[in-house]
């Protein structure tokens, strides 16, 4: 027969509440939750999660480059945004007449 130990934990107030309520809609509480790590623990010898350095959002390249939050690049440094402009100035003047000619073209569909 096993025993039950209680534990006090103090965590922030605003990620317990969070927590709180999205266990809440798989129908478990925090202590369910709390049990199923602990047991997770035992079974892979180490956190049953990764865990992870968040890497930072903007590259402030300038251009807009990104790493989203799986991790992915979105490189605008190669992408020749004047070029764009040039092409989007030719038959649209304002952004207006671009989104105008592109709900048109959503109409035709």
């Not at 969070?18 to 709390?34: N, P, Q, V, Y």
């Not at 997770?40 to 402030?60: A, D, H, S, T």
């Not at 790493?67 to 070029?83: N, P, R, T």
Request: aromatic letters at 10%; one cysteine or more; glycine letters at 6%.
């Amino acid at each position: 027969m096993s025993k039950n130990a209680t534990i006090n934990l103090r965590v922030n107030s605003e990620a317990r509440d969070k927590a709180r309520d999205i266990l809440a809609t798989l129908g478990l509480t925090l202590s369910d939750a709390f049990n199923l790590m602990i047991y997770q623990v035992g079974i892979v010898r180490g956190l049953p999660f990764e865990v992870k350095q968040r890497l930072p959002m903007e590259l402030n390249d300038g251009r807009g480059s990104y790493i989203c939050e799986d991790g992915h690049l979105h490189d605008y440094s190669k992408f020749d945004f004047e070029a764009a402009e040039r092409d989007l100035a030719g038959p649209f003047k304002t952004l207006e007449d671009y989104k105008a000619w592109l709900e048109a073209d959503d109409d035709e569909e």
